[in-house]
């Protein structure tokens, strides 16, 4: 635990290097259980299972303020990085100008949930006619704990509507980037739904489907609770090989989801691929009370189709079924609209300590805002939606 300082007499601000430093109650009564990856129980797992720490470069700086009570009323997820890895908000370039100018961009300080490009609150305070207030003793203690440890600078990653205006209000630089996120308008089941569709894109993703049904593979929604321990093996296991023949290193542990799928078990969910019995592919995903999170997928072999049946079409029937409004299927990935997921802006905020590269990044970010919001603009013209209809 470092850095404790008094704010007004009466509120006390500490960066902890564990969130075990917390009670969990106390954590999730100002972060909430809805939004899974803001939950103790997740971000401690994290912890303790080593998929973060000096391995990774991610190390925990949590942000906490407690009353004259010892009562925990704000928060933010930070950790100290020596890399980009991770974050799916890309400056590497940034790193490189700074080297070119002799200068080391890391290590920097993150606000952010590891390796998890979801939208969502990073400023965490219980709801009280001072939360603004609180929220911006925050922002100015991580930035002066950033310029005090003279780090080149300080990132906030998906941030939601309110605290994008809130870090923006503190000077903050503004990045745009783009995900794919599908929309429920309250359809009554899959096949109201693909009734929106063009006669063109409908028959597409039937015919999808149909590839799936044809080959025998039966799909089940499995949540963490019902999960046997051999499920919970095999997704690991998906997890693992798809990482190394994509993207080198997995950083996730089969403990970690061995643990969360007892302490938050409700909030996370396998769609589980079999055929004659025998697993042969599946995704994992996380849900809120209104949002489905897609984030991992593997297989043992390849089918026709399998991909798009698992990782997207279940996902949707998952949320017209279960009523939820939103289904975030991961970053990047164009392929998607033709699905029905729609372009959809995501945001960032950023401080840098150096003035020179602040102004630089700033109109980098000003050109890049305008090429992001002309992207956007086309790839929209690729609604697989009948004209005047959205997602």
């Known amino acids: 635990m470092r850095g404790t300082i008094l704010y007004n007499r009466r509120m006390e601000l500490k960066i902890l290097t564990s969130i075990d430093a917390v009670a969990a109650d106390q954590w999730n009564t100002v972060a909430g259980t809805a939004n899974p990856f803001l ?3 997740f971000l401690s797992a994290l912890e303790r299972n080593a998929c973060v720490g000096e391995r990774h470069g991610w190390l925990p700086r949590h942000l906490v303020a407690f009353d004259d ?13 020596d890399n980009s890895y991770g974050e799916f908000v890309f400056d590497w ?49 991580a930035r002066d704990w950033t310029e005090g440890e003279q780090l080149s600078s300080l990132h906030c990653l998906f941030t939601d509507e309110h605290d994008t205006r809130r870090l923006k209000d503190q000077g903050f630089l503004l990045r745009l980037g783009c995900q794919f996120h599908w929309q429920n308008q309250g359809y009554r089941d899959f096949d109201d739904y693909l009734s929106c569709f063009s006669s063109q894109k409908r028959k597409k993703v039937r015919r999808e ?8 593979i039966e799909i089940r929604a499995v949540d963490g609770q019902q999960a046997s321990d051999l499920e919970i093996e095999v997704m690991y296991d ?10 080198g290193h997995p950083t996730l542990t089969l403990e970690f989801f061995r643990e969360i799928a007892v302490t938050m078990g409700e909030q996370l969910l396998f769609f589980i691929a079999s055929k004659n019995r025998r697993i042969v592919a599946g995704a994992i995903c996380f849900r809120s009370d209104d949002t489905l999170y897609g ?25 017209i079924r279960h009523g939820l409004q939103v289904f975030e299927p991961g970053a990047q990935g164009e392929h998607k609209i033709s699905r029905g997921f729609l372009p959809t802006p995501t945001w960032s905020a950023h401080w840098i300590r150096h003035s020179g590269f602040r102004d630089i990044i700033a109109r ?10 002309e992207y956007m603009d086309e790839l929209s013209d690729h609604s697989p939606f009948k004209q005047g209809l959205t997602a």
Request: hydrophobic share 30%; glycine share 6%.
């Open 69 to 81: 009570s010892g009562r925990l009323t704000g928060a933010i997820p930070m950790y100290l990085k």
């Open 39 to 41: 939950r103790y129980e």
């Open 364 to 373: 980098f970010l000003g050109q890049e805002t305008d090429a992001m919001i």
């Open 93 to 141: 370039s940034w790193a490189d100008a700074y080297q070119r100018a002799g200068l080391s961009y890391y290590p920097k300080s993150v606000v952010a949930v590891p390796y998890t490009p979801a939208t969502g609150p990073r400023i965490l305070t219980t709801p009280a006619d001072e939360a603004d207030d609180l929220a911006g003793q925050l922002i100015q203690l």
């Open 209 to 216: 489907r149909r590839h799936v049904q044809q080959a025998s």
């Open 295 to 319: 984030r991992h997928w593997g297989c043992y072999e390849n089918y026709h189709s399998l991909h798009f049946e698992t990782c997207y079409y279940q996902g949707i029937d998952y949320c």
């Open 238 to 247: 998906f997890y693992r090989s798809t990482f190394e023949k994509k993207w």
